[in-house]
């Protein structure tokens, strides 16, 4: 019936589709098609170098990666690399922004200079730590040998911590960026009803602020760990994968198997695996975001 509230309904639903037809369009050619096609090569023997026809292998690339334990590795080698950037930025970027939010003079800008790292591309910072942490002539060596200390930063044992910390120096000032803004959002009614019961600072933050910063916190853990799992720039600047292979992460791991040894059909397989790994883990948080919205 015209003018019922069910037909302005699915009009109204109608309308919001039409609207996001042109989103969904540019998504489908610029996110879909690259996909499918990984998808496509996946199953493949397709190389670089071959001129023929690429052969239809089905699961064998999945199995030979699954198989290969130089992945795992380097799977492992991320992971960890992963765990220590994130939760480093996640520690320091919440002590940064809780400075950050009492200050009360140049807040602009202290807060400018703060983010200027996160606009300089990764390969450009991998190419200056690479040269300032050269244990030949890098500066950094250079002044703690002046004060006898002798380390070596891309050394056997060292080198992923160095990209680790090379990540936390470029992106805990996002990390602070989101943090900030939620401590801002936060409401201001709870904390000053605790202070004038008497309660200590740490006491305040650990019981009132924390838990209303859980949200935004999950959401700035995820969005970083997801960003540092496609970890490149850093490791082709400085390490190529070095010493050995303890620097190796899945994504130079990718690279090398697809581009200098131009399987590219087993390098698509690798993408896919680490998909399946990572997808899961992000719908279980999705949910418990959900969750916690709804209590």
Do not use: C
Request: hydrophobic share 55%; aromatic share 12%.
């Amino acid at each position: 019936m015209k003018g019922s509230p069910t037909a302005t309904k699915s009009s109204a639903s109608w309308f919001q589709l039409r609207m996001l037809a042109p989103l969904i369009a540019v998504a489908a050619v610029a996110v879909g098609l690259p996909l499918f096609y990984t998808l496509y090569l996946s199953v493949t023997d397709f190389t670089l170098t071959q001129r023929g026809v690429a052969q239809f292998v089905g699961a064998d690339n999945y199995l030979g990666s699954l198989a290969n334990p130089s992945l795992w590795g380097a799977i492992g080698n991320t992971a960890v690399y992963v765990l220590i950037a994130v939760s480093l930025e996640t520690a320091l970027g919440l002590l940064i922004a809780l400075a950050l939010q009492r200050q009360r003079w140049a807040r602009d800008i202290t807060r400018a200079m703060l983010l200027a790292p996160m606009f300089i591309t990764p390969i450009a910072v991998g190419l200056t730590f690479r040269f300032l942490l050269n244990d030949q002539l890098g500066a950094i060596p250079y002044l703690l040998d002046q004060v006898s200390v002798n380390y070596d930063f891309l050394g056997s044992g060292k080198a992923l911590l160095t990209l680790a910390i090379i990540d936390v120096w470029q992106w805990t000032p996002f990390m602070v960026l989101l943090l900030l803004a939620g401590l801002e959002s936060i409401p201001k009614q709870p904390q000053e009803a605790a202070k004038v019961d008497g309660a200590s600072a740490f006491y305040i933050f650990r019981r009132i602020t924390l838990p209303l910063l859980v949200p935004v916190l999950s959401v700035a853990i995820m969005l970083r760990s997801l960003d540092a799992l496609k970890v490149f720039e850093y490791v082709y600047a400085t390490t190529r994968g070095g010493p050995g292979t303890q620097t190796e992460t899945i994504q130079y791991f990718t690279y090398q198997t697809g581009i200098q040894f131009f399987r590219l059909g087993e390098a698509s397989s690798m993408a896919f695996i680490l998909l399946a790994i990572v997808l899961p883990l992000i719908i279980i948080l999705f949910r418990r975001l959900d969750r916690r919205a709804e209590r």
